[in-house]
């Protein structure tokens, strides 16, 4: 493992893991998948690092790597461990690289693994979280699923057997309502949008926090209360409520204040703070 990610090290800064022939060793697509990820958190944590005068350097301690359902399917087991093992040991000793001579005050990294239904096979993004108030999701590896039999045969003692036929397969929950979550923010790259499915018909919105449960959580931004808004289902009708601190803009036309609701259907825009949301049926 130790040998892996010192090869890891030298694949992130574009160097080849060489043979005796001094030919460049291949690599398989995890390694590169796994590569292309450690270079865009090592460049969000370059992009967030600051040091104030006389003081320690500061990163973003957590960031949240969002995968496609294909890609999540396929790091399970032992290879989600490995890259998770990875990720967080050699962007650990990067991050005391940057900081340099000064202090390093972000002792301990976390690295999140989430699914994305919006990204095609091979594409990811990765979110950094400065909110050390939020809770926090640990991801374990899952075991995959053993394949159900399609039948099973008993045999008694009179030599006669009893067929069971095959389980019909369980059809699959579909969801009240989906939501499409957006976040803009100036100077950085658009990242692609997230489609979030919930099964109930009111959910509440918000940063969170480790005494405070949302079911939409809106990290990264201060400007979003830890419980900024609820949306509620009825019917055919929605209506959304803002709790928060700060105003919800629905459409870029009608401005929602603390305590005051609007109704919206699908396809209205409504923004929080510098997250877009619309609903979907």
């Known amino acids: 493992m130790r040998a892996w990610i010192e090869n890891l090290r030298k694949w992130i800064d574009g160097e080849e893991d060489l043979d005796e022939q001094g030919e460049p060793k291949p690599r398989s697509k995890w390694d ?3 590569v292309a990820v450690a270079r865009e958190i090592e460049a969000s944590m370059q992009r967030e690092m600051f040091t104030p005068p006389g003081g320690p350097t500061y990163v973003p301690r957590e960031y949240i790597v969002f ?3 294909a890609d999540d399917a396929e790091w399970q ?3 989600r461990e490995g890259l998770e093992r990875g990720l967080h040991y050699v962007l650990s000793e990067r991050a005391k690289e940057l900081a340099g001579e000064n ?4 002792r301990t990294l976390t690295v999140e693994l989430r699914v994305d239904p919006g990204l095609d096979a091979g594409r990811f993004r990765v979110q950094h979280v400065w909110d050390t108030e939020a809770q926090k999701t640990m991801v374990k590896p899952r075991k995959r699923a053993q394949p159900a039999q399609e039948f099973v045969t008993v045999v008694e003692k009179d030599d006669e057997a009893t067929i069971v036929r095959p389980r019909q397969p369980v059809e699959p929950l579909v969801p009240t309502f989906s939501v499409l979550v957006h976040r803009k ?3 950085a790259e658009t990242a692609p949008p997230d489609v979030r499915p919930f099964f109930k018909d009111e959910i509440v919105i918000g940063r969170g926090s480790r005494h405070v449960t949302v079911d939409l959580r809106l990290e990264g931004d201060l400007e979003v209360s830890r419980q900024h808004a609820s949306l ?3 019917g ?4 959304v409520t803002c709790k928060g601190a700060n105003s919800i803009s629905i459409n870029d036309e009608r401005e929602v204040a603390s305590g005051e609701s609007a109704m919206v259907k699908p396809g209205d825009k409504i923004t929080i703070c510098s997250y877009e949301l619309m609903i979907q049926v």
């Open 32 to 34: 590169d998948f796994l």
């Open 67 to 69: 995968m496609s359902p």
């Open 77 to 79: 087991g032992e290879k």
């Open 103 to 106: 202090e390093f005050q972000t």
């Open 185 to 187: 923010v100036p100077g």
């Open 232 to 234: 509620t289902k009825k």
């Open 236 to 239: 055919d009708e929605y209506t």
